[in-house]
């Protein structure tokens, strides 16, 4: 080969750092598809809720997640006696756990979001509900228990204190009852951003993309190569 002439076999070289530009660009359009066909289903999801304010949903969710919390801690008092009936070692903590969390979904499906389009929807959200107090009257009765046999020297005489841990608990149930929908809204939307940004953000391949097209000049100049001829040589997939 004489000098200052280049024959198109001689682009081999770059055949790798191409392969690797176009893969990442492959691999953006992939996820570009991926973040409507998410966008497509929240969009869905919201539609759903049509004549539901997105901003009270929003704060019901934030006052859900906050009232879920403190049933933690109740559930951590309340259940205490639950690892020394089953003989395990298990933390009640874990106990409290999975009730808080079982009074969540319950709390979902009493707001009646599943159901709104179903046959019996009154009906079906009456017995959610129903089940919805129940536990709660359960847990109120529990605390009492708790409080008279296992905290009775911490509390004795303190009636007014029992009274408040109690209304405290109903307070609870009564933001589920009424609040319960955000709860699913929050959940829903943040998964929706969930995905996007950690699973199927297109802007990390994007600059892989970009990148790689950087590695390829420089290549072409250390080579002295013709741009234009190896672009022209390669399809080259910019993005």
């Not at 919805?132 to 009765?141: C, H, M, N, P, Y």
Request: aromatic share 16%; glycine share 6%.
């Amino acid at each position: 080969m004489n000098e200052g002439t280049v024959h198109t076999h001689d682009f081999g070289i770059l055949k790798p750092i191409v392969d690797k530009i176009n893969k990442a660009a492959e691999e953006y359009n992939e996820k570009v598809d991926k973040v409507k066909e998410i966008n497509h289903k929240k969009s869905v999801f919201l539609g759903t809720l049509e004549g539901d304010n997105f901003a009270k949903l929003s704060f019901f969710g934030t006052l859900c997640f906050a009232a879920l919390l403190f049933d933690y801690f109740v559930n951590s008092r309340t259940l205490i006696w639950i690892p020394h009936a089953l003989g395990t070692s298990v933390s009640v903590y874990v106990f409290a756990f999975i009730f808080s969390i079982f009074d969540g979904i319950i709390a979902v499906l009493a707001s009646g979001l599943f159901a709104k389009n179903m046959i019996g929807f009154v009906n079906q959200r009456r017995i959610w509900l129903s089940l919805l107090w129940s536990l709660g009257a359960i847990k109120a009765i529990l605390f009492v228990v708790f409080i008279k046999f296992e905290l009775k020297d911490s509390f004795a005489g303190s009636n007014l204190m029992i009274f408040i841990q109690l209304c405290f608990i109903a307070l609870i149930y009564a933001i589920l009852h009424f609040a319960g929908k955000g709860i699913y809204y929050s959940l829903k939307t943040l998964s929706y951003g969930f995905l996007i940004y950690i699973w199927h953000d297109p802007n990390e391949k994007k600059k892989k993309n970009r990148k790689g097209v950087i590695d390829l000049d420089n290549k072409i100049s250390l080579y002295k190569f013709n741009k234009d001829e190896v672009y022209n040589h390669f399809q080259i997939n910019i993005v």
